[in-house]
Nanobody, 118 residues
Framework: QVQLVESGGGLVQPGGSLRLSCEASGFTFTLYLMRWYRQAPGKERELVAGIGAFSSRADYADSVKGRFTISRDNVKNTVYLQMNSLKPEDTAVYFC???????????WGQGTQVTVSS
């Protein structure tokens, strides 16, 4: 069955870094656009970053440009989010999402908590 398993979240001080991973299984990874979303308490889920099937294009929310980098390894079926210069406002649950470029199927991971606090 389809699985998206996130890892790498945790507690970090402002200015610190974290690297999130999302390992995918149960579908053809290279046919899917991969995205990271986040949801802070009391707020709507927002798109953080997305990457095309062969890393041909990456897009970012304005709030994370220059600090976050999305990448993917199509051999390991894994997408990453490198987060640098973290701020308290980056605190949220981060979700991995796979969207089929042909099937339009939409899959979600369970989320991983990122807390930025001193």
């Amino acid at each position: 069955q389809v699985q998206l398993v996130e890892s790498g979240g945790g507690l970090v001080q402002p200015g610190g870094s974290l690297r999130l991973s999302c390992e995918a299984s149960g579908f053809t990874f290279t046919l899917y656009l991969m995205r990271w979303y986040r949801q802070a308490p009391g707020k709507e889920r927002e798109l953080v970053a997305g990457i095309g099937a062969f890393s041909s294009r990456a897009d970012y929310a304005d709030s994370v440009k220059g600090r976050f980098t999305i990448s993917r390894d199509n051999v390991k079926n894994t997408v990453y989010l490198q987060m640098n210069s973290l701020k308290p406002e980056d605190t949220a649950v981060y979700f991995c999402n796979a969207f089929g470029s042909i099937s339009r199927a939409d899959y979600w991971g369970q989320g991983t908590q990122v807390t930025v606090s001193s």
